[in-house]
């Protein structure tokens, strides 16, 4: 059994070829629960009228990508679950393919990472990788589709747009935070839930058979946002998953690389967070 998870937010212009893309599959035992983060456009009306078999969860307010995927976790039946984006198409056999691939998978496999593509054709991301430094990239991030691409292998970690997570994994995974730390609203969470997967032994694979089409960005978040989460995400995710004293050893080579981040960010929100909940 296979639970999928979509979180929506102002996301009717996506989420229909999201879900037919989900439906026209030819796979039939899933599950597909999406949750709405306060959207004001005609999203929850969409679904309800015409996906009246989406266990749909609407909240009130926008509480933000990570919370929300939690909150489809937390009543999914599936012994592996997908989060997908609202602006994610899959290929046709997309579900089956990965599944098959799953089922042949040792237990030591938590995370499975489809070949993510962009509307154009180039990569969107194979997996992530992280640096020395604990920058964490897309692996093949906007470069052309090619053979090297096309050879299954284990990477670090997943991106959540389009990933396939064993549930059991989850759950070993999960802490007062969630399974994803709902405290970073979002950005750099599959990043974390891969390292904290990483620090248990477990592995992620990449299967490139599998491929889907990711628009990016669908909640047309500020950059001037995103950069402050980025920054405040990763600091986020290296204390709360680097050895304290590698922290220390690093500290010097972190500042040079994030000053110049974060006086940006003083100065564009002149000293004061970002209210999350208006994103």
Not at 2 to 8: D, G, H, M, P
Not at 22 to 44: C, L, M, P, R
Not at 109 to 124: C, M, N, R, S
Request: aromatic residues 14%; charged residues 25%.
């Amino acid at each position: 059994m296979l639970s999928i998870i979509i979180v929506t937010f102002n996301s009717a212009r996506f989420i229909k070829t999201c879900l037919e893309s989900v439906f026209n599959q030819g796979y039939k035992e899933f599950e597909t629960i999406v949750i709405d983060n306060g959207s004001a456009d005609a999203t929850v009306d969409f679904i309800k009228n015409n996906y009246p078999q989406v266990r749909l969860i609407i909240n009130k307010n926008n509480l933000g990508p990570c919370r929300a995927r939690n909150q489809g976790i937390g009543i999914a039946s599936g012994e592996w679950i997908l989060t997908l984006d609202c602006d994610v198409v899959l290929e046709n056999g997309f579900i089956s393919q990965i599944m098959e691939f799953a089922k042949d998978q040792k237990d030591s496999t938590a995370i499975i990472q489809p070949k993510i593509l962009t509307k154009d054709g180039k990569i969107f991301s194979c997996g992530i990788r992280p640096t020395w430094l604990w920058r964490f990239f897309d692996i093949g991030r906007n470069l052309d589709d090619s053979d090297k691409f096309n050879k299954s292998s284990f990477v670090f970690g997943a991106c959540c747009a389009a990933a396939l997570y064993r549930h059991k994994s989850l759950e070993g995974l999960k802490d007062k935070y969630g399974y994803f730390d709902q405290r970073f609203f979002f950005l750099f969470e599959d990043a974390d839930l891969s390292w904290r997967s990483w620090k248990k032994g477990w592995d992620c694979r990449y299967f490139p058979q599998a491929n889907c089409y990711h628009q990016g960005n669908s909640s047309s978040t500020d950059n001037s946002i995103r950069r402050f989460l980025s920054l405040r995400n990763r600091v986020l995710t290296i204390l709360k998953n680097q050895n304290p004293a590698l922290i220390l050893l690093f500290s010097p080579f972190y500042l040079v690389y994030d000053i110049p981040r974060f006086i940006f960010i003083l100065i564009k929100f002149k000293g004061r967070f970002p209210k999350l909940n208006k994103i």
